[in-house]
């Protein structure tokens, strides 16, 4: 099946930006950008970060190539043109329930909102987690209340998977980004709640949409989109649900893969 997208959403870790070494863009992600911006394919951002720490070399790909609408949080708040185009908070009862559980458990954890991260609680893990990826946050535990909360991390090993999992509501769901870091949010809560937000606004139907990931938040935008595809880099549980795998993004993997579905020709 040749994908004929109208839009296609991004994510930006490991799918557009290669957060290791030197932490770029490939120039072939920027060449395949512009291209589709001269073909009248719309580009959008879908990523699990909030706006105010996505990478500066992100932000100027955003600027260089035109993108206004970006989904953040994993889909719970959503801009277009820098405004606000859709919001899922949680509710703040919720998170200062769940952020008391966490604590008396010696789980360090932040709240996710517009503003930033605001760090509840700290320990290693929280540390190693976003030093990893060179995320920035601020301390403050008595954040909850001060923000919409969008989502929250909370960090620790895999090993203590279970023992959070009873920590926490079934109406709130965790997926792990890092060994030592989680994302918590609704339940109902993923990346394709915001696509579905932004299609609504276009009057585009998912089947004319189309998603680039790697990591296993982006498993329900990739089932959801007309047509998925998972970089060569992606997780396993990503690439079994695609429906095309590109090669990986030190492979060129977004210029190559459009080039090889049809959607651009080669520059």
């Known amino acids: 099946m040749t994908p004929h997208p109208k839009i296609i959403f991004f994510d930006i870790d490991e799918t557009l930006y290669i957060n290791r070494g030197k932490k770029y863009v490939p120039e072939s992600a920027k060449t395949a950008l512009k291209l589709l911006k001269q073909k009248g394919i719309i580009t959008a951002i879908a990523t699990g970060r909030t706006i105010p720490i996505i990478p500066p070399k992100i932000v100027e790909l955003i600027e260089e190539c035109g993108i206004d609408r970006i989904v953040s949080l994993n889909g719970q708040y959503v801009e277009y043109q820098g405004k606000a185009l859709a919001a899922f908070p949680l509710d703040n009862a919720l998170v200062a329930h769940v952020s008391g559980c966490l604590t008396a458990h010696g789980i360090a954890h932040i709240l996710a909102a517009r503003e930033g991260l605001f760090a509840i609680a700290e320990n290693h893990y929280l540390h190693d987690a976003l030093n990893a990826l060179g995320i920035r946050y601020q301390s403050d535990p008595a954040a909850c209340g001060k923000y919409a909360t969008y989502q929250m991390l909370a960090f620790y090993p895999a090993a203590q998977d279970a023992e959070v999992a009873a920590l926490l509501?079934?109406?709130?769901?965790?997926?792990?980004?890092?060994?030592?870091?989680?994302?918590?949010?609704?339940?109902?809560?993923?990346?394709?709640?915001?696509?579905?937000?932004?299609?609504?606004?276009?009057?585009?139907s998912l089947a004319d949409s189309m998603?680039?990931?790697?990591?296993l938040n982006d498993v329900a935008m990739i089932k959801a989109v007309g047509f998925g595809v998972a970089m060569g880099n992606a997780a396993p549980e990503l690439k079994a649900v695609a429906d095309y795998v590109c090669p990986s993004i030190d492979e060129d993997g977004i210029y190559r893969g459009l080039v090889d579905l049809g959607v651009i020709e080669a520059a």
Not at 182 to 197: H, P
Not at 211 to 215: T, V
């Open 169 to 204: 509501p079934p109406s709130l769901q965790t997926i792990r980004w890092h060994a030592s870091g989680v994302d918590i949010l609704d339940a109902a809560g993923s990346k394709a709640r915001g696509i579905a937000a932004v299609l609504d606004k276009l009057d585009i």
């Open 211 to 215: 998603a680039f990931g790697d990591g």
